[in-house]
């Protein structure tokens, strides 16, 4: 009777196979769930590709004597989960997704911001529950349920078959859902895109084709799918899109920008393209590397922007450019930040301007705003241009220095921190930061008014100068107890109607307009103000305030400070772009669609320094160029309509016609620009192009 119990129990243990399957399918529903609230119908690609690694990770289970096998699935479950947690804590902070680069590099930078990782995990501390509860019960129950013995080698020789024909199923299944562009068999063999790939594929697979392409493909992205057609076709015709809808959003206006006319009596405006004297067609004949031709022939059929009444309006000023640490539209307060409000109101005044978030958070939107490109995936492109010596061209500072200024830039933190120290000389800069040379009080936060009192003397008693200025007063966690800038500016917001989070980051942002108030009164004293311009935008929206990821935050914290619901929407990223020079005598309102892409390009046609706009992803914002605004999941928005890359929905602006040829050529030329971007930092583009004073090469 007793052998019969025991062979009964031994029948019922299942193959660590089966279990890995089960348990790495449950967290891949239930990312899936807590992440995209939703699942759908391409899950059925997840759990085909879970079924492979489960065959693997169960064979090594039963290679060993049991209490090997068992040690290590234990050890193998726990290294899945913490895979799961990283990327939820890490997507919770910065609404971004995890990649292998920054788990290798990032490791020990993340320590300086402990408690900002407690705060999440504190905050999502049920999430972390339902995650780690499988590891939980297996650990304590998985010997009565797991079959731990030592395979015979034909056993283990079947396995190995059965992973391979999984293997085989996984990936000839893809062509169910097609092949067009971000179609999963798209994300699984050409395009990168770590957002719609976790929703597609699943965290698993992601992380496996990252660390594919980072050891097997030395970190080069294929032009994939690149298509030169869709750069140079017209508005296709054709009846509107069914599933688009119609929404109360603003449209953008027709015109550039409301401005009072010209007299009849001004010279004519010169609108000749904004281009360099680049053969592109003996460029293409002599070039022997496939890729850097086809780049060729991507930028010969690009339509570059051409220049406008705004070309050299600001033609021999100094340039001030700060990239403003979670600055947002709705940090301005007429009495908390006074000076930031005059700056918004009474320079350029963009309506539309949107400051999207990118893969490695604030490096990434400093190399943006910076570059007028966007950042490859799967590694930390500042950095990497730096270490690898990628020639920038078009950045402000080797723009001034080829004028023969010496060009500063300036941070108020770490100097090493995300690989500054290497990313910002190669721009052309001196740089500064702490432990690098500026001397400022040691706080968490640090001062932007201490940096700025401290780095001014280095360039304003100079005929010509440029700096540059990455803050860090602005930096969550928004309180009144661990955050030092907040707490220094309480007085500032106490009368606020908002909650306490939304007041500490106000109170932040006050420092900054500190140092605003600080610079321009140097500037005035020193005679430069009225030939000085002063950019100024954020590195990304205040993602230390959206509901649910830290500890503490009150629900709808964002919607509260935008005063309408924005949270889950592109319209989290609507933010404000200054660009300010005491000279201006009224604002310029500007309607188009814009964002920090568009940057690099509109000042420097506005300081009328020569460049080649087709060499940049960004558009010039006060040219006559069609509006696209590029964000990372592959969502745009043009002065037509929104879409949405998510969920592939089309939202029609007000009297405005799509159609669906219309949605896929901007899908293309928004494919085109991520590919080449990368393409860019991966072969050194620009070296082939430009010799090093910028010139034809």
């Known amino acids: 009777m007793e052998e019969t119990k025991e062979k009964k129990i031994r029948f019922r243990k299942l193959h660590p196979a089966i279990v890995f399957f089960l348990v790495m399918l449950y967290w891949e529903l239930l990312f899936q769930l807590l992440i995209f609230e939703t699942v759908k119908w391409e899950f059925l690609f997840i759990m085909m590709h879970t079924l492979c690694p489960a065959a693997v990770l169960g064979l090594l289970c039963r290679l060993f004597p049991r209490v090997g096998n068992r040690i290590a699935f234990t050890v193998l479950q726990i290294l899945l989960c913490v895979l799961f947690v990283a990327q939820l804590i890490y997507y919770s902070i910065f609404n971004v997704f995890l990649s292998v680069y920054s788990i290798k590099r990032g490791g020990g930078q993340a320590l300086d911001f402990a408690d900002v990782v407690w705060s999440a995990v504190a905050g999502n501390w049920w999430k972390l529950l339902l995650l780690v509860l499988p590891v939980v019960l297996l650990a304590v129950f998985c010997g009565k349920f797991v079959q731990f013995e030592r395979e015979k080698w034909l056993q283990s020789g079947i396995m190995v078959v059965i992973a391979v024909i999984c293997y085989l199923a996984a990936v000839l299944t893809l062509q169910i859902g097609g092949t ?8 699984y063999y050409k395009t990168v895109s770590s957002e719609l790939s976790m929703q597609k594929l699943g965290v698993l697979t992601t992380m496996r084709l990252d660390l594919e392409h980072v050891v097997f493909n030395d970190g080069k992205t294929e032009l994939a799918g690149l298509d030169l057609g869709a750069e140079q076709e017209t508005e296709p015709e054709g009846e509107a899109v069914t599933e688009t809808t119609t929404e109360e959003t603003t449209a953008a206006e027709e015109t550039t920008a409301e401005t009072t006319a010209e007299p009849e009596t001004d010279p004519p405006v010169d609108t000749s393209p904004n281009v360099m004297d680049i053969d592109f067609d003996q460029l293409i004949a002599k070039e022997k590397n496939e890729t850097i031709r086809t780049m060729h022939e991507y930028f ?8 406008n009444e705004y070309t050299g309006m600001f033609e021999g000023y100094n340039l001030i450019y700060i990239c403003a640490e979670g600055f947002s539209k709705w940090a301005v307060d007429p009495k908390a930040t006074p000076t930031l409000y005059r700056m918004v109101n009474e320079g350029f005044v963009f309506e539309n301007f949107y400051n999207p978030v990118w893969g490695v958070s604030t490096s990434d939107g400093e190399y943006v705003t910076c570059t007028g490109l966007i950042p490859k995936s799967g590694c930390w492109s500042f950095e990497t241009t730096g270490l690898n010596g990628i020639y920038l061209p078009f950045t402000f500072g080797r723009q001034f220095e080829a004028l023969g200024i010496k060009p500063f830039a300036y941070h108020d933190h770490s100097y ?11 721009m052309g800069y001196t740089f500064k930061a702490v ?9 968490w936060p640090e001062s932007d008014l201490e940096m700025m009192k401290a780095s001014v003397d280095d360039y304003i008693k100079e005929d010509r100068f440029h700096a540059y200025y990455m803050t860090v007063s602005g930096h969550l966690v928004y309180n009144f107890t661990g955050n030092y800038i907040a707490n220094q500016n309480k007085a500032l917001v106490e009368d606020l109607d908002y909650p306490e989070n939304v007041k500490a980051y106000i109170a932040c942002n006050a420092e900054l307009d500190k140092a605003m108030e600080y610079l321009l009164k140097r500037l005035e004293e020193a005679g430069k103000a009225d030939k000085t311009l002063i950019v100024i935008n954020g590195d990304h929206y205040p993602y230390g305030l959206v509901d649910d990821y830290f500890a503490g935050a009150v629900p709808g914290t964002l919607d509260k ?3 309408k619901k924005i949270e889950g929407t592109l319209e989290m990223y609507r933010s404000n772009l200054i660009i300010y020079s005491p000279s201006m005598e009224e604002p310029i309102h500007v309607s188009k669609y814009c964002s920090s892409l568009d940057i690099l390009p509109t000042v420097t046609n506005l300081l009328g320094l020569e460049y080649d706009s087709r060499l940049l992803m960004g558009k010039d914002i006060l040219s006559d160029a069609e509006p696209l605004l590029i964000f990372n999941n592959r969502s745009w928005i043009t002065d037509r309509c929104e879409y949405n890359a998510a969920n592939g ?8 016609k799509v159609t669906e040829d219309y949605v896929s050529r901007i899908n293309k030329i928004v494919n085109n620009k991520f590919s080449i971007s990368a393409s860019i930092i991966d072969y050194d583009y620009y070296a082939h192009v430009l010799d090093k004073s910028g010139r034809n090469g």
Not at 416 to 426: L, Q, V
Not at 435 to 443: A, D, Q, V
């Open 416 to 426: 090493t921190y995300y690989g500054r120290d290497s990313s910002h000389p190669n």
């Open 561 to 563: 400070l935008a005063g």
């Open 180 to 187: 067009e562009l971000y179609s999963p068999y798209d994300l």
């Open 649 to 656: 929905k089309v939202t029609a602006f007000p009297g405005k």
């Open 300 to 307: 010969q059929a690009v339509t570059p922007t051409n220049k």
């Open 435 to 443: 432990g690098n040379g500026l001397e400022i009080p040691s706080t």
